[in-house]
């Protein structure tokens, strides 16, 4: 079982950047490809990008590619969410989640198995 906790969320202005982190408990975590979502107030979750179980793969969508990157650091059970040129409709809560496939291609909520509590990015002025 793996137990994600997402942190670095808060307030920012617009154009700004934030780096959220999820950090994972368990001893498989490498095993596992992780994905972002975030969900606005009123909205459904969407999709904001992924990445493989190594690392070495992923897949951001067009709608925030050039903005946001993900990376992760397998030995301290960390992946990472870097946004830039923040948006207001980048305002969200933020979740991470865990993928058994690994391959860091899975857009689809029913593919994780694990999620975290989510951490909040407001983008206003």
């Known amino acids: 079982q793996v137990q994600l906790v997402e942190s670095g969320g808060g307030l920012v202005r617009p154009g700004g950047s934030l780096r959220l982190s999820c950090v994972a408990s368990?001893?498989?975590?490498?095993?596992?490809?992780i994905g972002w979502f975030r969900q606005a107030p009123g909205k459904e979750r969407e999709f904001v990008g992924a990445?493989?179980?190594?690392?070495?793969?992923?897949y951001i969508p067009d709608d925030v590619k050039g903005r946001f990157t993900i990376s992760r650091d397998n030995a301290k059970n960390a992946v990472y969410l870097q946004m830039n040129g923040l948006k207001p409709d980048d305002t969200a809560v933020y979740y991470c989640?865990?993928?058994?496939?690994?391959?860091?291609?899975?857009?689809?909520?029913?593919?994780?198995?694990?999620w975290g509590q989510g951490t909040q990015v407001t983008v206003s002025s």
């Open positions: 989640a865990a993928d058994p496939a690994g391959y860091g291609m899975e857009y689809l909520e029913v593919g994780y198995d694990y």
């Open positions: 368990g001893r498989t975590f490498s095993r596992y490809g």
């Open positions: 990445i493989s179980a190594s690392g070495d793969g992923g």
